[in-house]
Antibody
């Protein structure tokens, strides 16, 4: 069955870089878009960006200058890297699969990883 | 960015009652690109309705959606205890894809 699982650091210092890995099973990364969504106390649910089945990426301009999404299809992993972290970046980070029919909905989600930005 | 205004922000309903949530978009959206999620406390969001009115796999028939243009609605025909959650609309029409602020459903 389809499964997604995020792993990440939990605590990151301000100005540092956040790195999260999403490991998937039950489907191929070359067939689906993979999305990143976060949930923060200040802004709620925010779409961050995606990597297409073909490997190209698209980002929310809110994050574009400091966000990078990549993948390793051989390991069934998708990566999020975001630099220059601020305390407002504290929240839960989710990877999600883009829906089969396109239309930019998210049909399967990981359980999320809580990230706290604090010194 | 397209802003999605959900109302009400919270609902208190009795079991068996019908509840409806509205999502209004700041710009017109194709109905293919408006979706609804359920998030139970401490859990990840779960897709309930995609493309305005299509139920996701395994979703009970008491959940439904409708709408077009800038006005969409989500209905639970008969609320059950397991439906206690926060519900969000989301548009995938234009970057950045955005979510509503959520509607918290509680039981009376």
């Amino acid at each position: 069955q389809v499964q997604l699982k995020e792993t990440g650091p939990g605590l990151v210092q301000p100005t540092q870089t956040l790195s999260i890995t999403c490991t998937v099973s039950g489907f191929s990364l070359t067939s689906y878009y993979m999305q990143w969504v976060r949930q923060t106390p200040g802004k709620g649910l925010e779409w961050m960006g995606f990597i297409r089945s073909g490997g190209s990426t698209e980002y929310n301009s809110e994050f574009k200058s400091r966000l990078s999404i990549s993948r390793d299809t051989s390991k069934n992993q998708v990566f999020l890297k975001m630099n220059s972290l601020k305390t407002e970046d504290t929240g839960v980070y989710y990877c999600a699969r883009g829906g089969y029919y396109g239309y930019n909905y998210f049909d399967y989600w990981g359980q999320g990883v809580m990230v706290t930005v604090s010194s | 960015a397209i802003v999605l205004n959900q109302s009400p922000s919270s609902i208190i309903a009795s079991q068996g009652e019908k509840v409806t949530i509205t999502c209004r978009a700041s710009s017109s959206i194709s109905s293919n690109y408006l979706h609804w999620y359920q998030q139970k406390p401490g859990a990840f969001p779960k897709l309930v309705i995609y493309s305005t009115s299509y139920r996701a796999s395994g979703v009970p028939s008491r959940f439904s959606g409708s709408g077009s243009g800038t006005s969409y609605s989500f209905t639970i025909s008969r609320v059950e205890a397991e439906d206690v959650a926060t519900y969000y609309c989301q548009q995938g029409s234009s970057n950045p894809y955005t979510f509503g602020a959520g509607t918290k459903l509680e039981l009376k």
